[in-house]
């Protein structure tokens, strides 16, 4: 059965470092998005993407964050210059064509900043 | 702006019985769909079930049924012989209607309820 695969599964990182997650989304989907979950906390909201662009994004999501999906398969997650409030659990999360709103989420990339 | 809440943080139910999980939401949009979710100790996030809101029929997958009333705004997932294997948090989640055109719609995710199978 097709999935979602996320690396790395966990990374350790100090503040003000830059940090990439990358995500290879099920095949035949169109739709991606970001979530994250601080330990103990809800699933929340980062950003959607769709053609090759933003479609959604959080208050979450500042200047400090980015998405691509730079060469059609892998989309990826940046975060220029990370602050201890990072630190959390982040997924990515697919979706097929229109008509069917299953998201599919990866397996999560557990992020530490130091 | 919707939003999604779960009234129980934890709850614990003996291997073989059935337990409900509760869930309420707040929208005033007549077109979305609802999930549960499950995640395990290992963090993976696992869709359990989805319903429709235009659906009057209750979703149901293998052991797992919701109760959804429109009205009342909602969503409670009844999970029957529960097994050791369900022990996770369960989140409640609310998606508008995808609107055609490419939009993407995002998850709303409650709190969680944290379910504990005992053998």
């Known amino acids: 059965e097709p999935e979602v695969t996320q690396t790395p599964s966990h990374q350790v990182t100090q503040m003000g470092q830059e940090v990439i997650l990358r995500c290879v989304p099920i095949s035949n989907h169109l739709y991606f998005y970001w979530y994250r979950q601080i330990l103990g906390q809800k699933v929340e909201f980062l950003v959607s993407?769709?053609?090759?662009?933003?479609?959604?994004k959080s208050e979450i999501f500042d200047d400090q964050f980015s998405v691509e999906r730079p060469d059609g398969s892998n989309f990826t997650l940046k975060i220029r210059s990370t602050k201890l409030e990072d630190s959390a659990m982040y997924f990515c999360a697919t979706q097929g064509r229109e008509g069917r709103n299953e998201q599919y989420f990866g397996p999560g990339t557990r992020l530490t900043v130091t | 702006a919707q939003t999604v809440t779960q009234s129980q943080p934890e709850m614990s139910v003996q291997e073989a019985e059935t337990v409900t999980l509760s869930c309420t939401y707040d929208?005033?949009?007549?077109?979305?769909?609802l999930f549960w979710y499950k995640q395990p100790p290992s963090r993976q996030m696992i869709l359990v079930i989805r319903?429709?809101?235009?659906?009057?029929q209750n979703a149901t997958e293998n052991r797992f049924s919701v109760n959804f009333q429109k009205a009342a705004k909602s969503f409670s997932l009844k999970i029957s012989d529960s097994q050791l294997g369900d022990t996770a948090m369960y989140f409640c989640a609310f998606m508008k209607g995808l609107n055609y055109g490419g939009a993407t719609n995002k998850l709303i995710f409650g709190t969680g309820t944290l379910l504990a199978v005992q053998p």
């Open positions: 319903q429709e809101a235009y659906k009057q």
């Open positions: 993407f769709y053609n090759n662009e933003i479609s959604e």
């Open positions: 929208t005033s949009e007549n077109n979305y769909y």
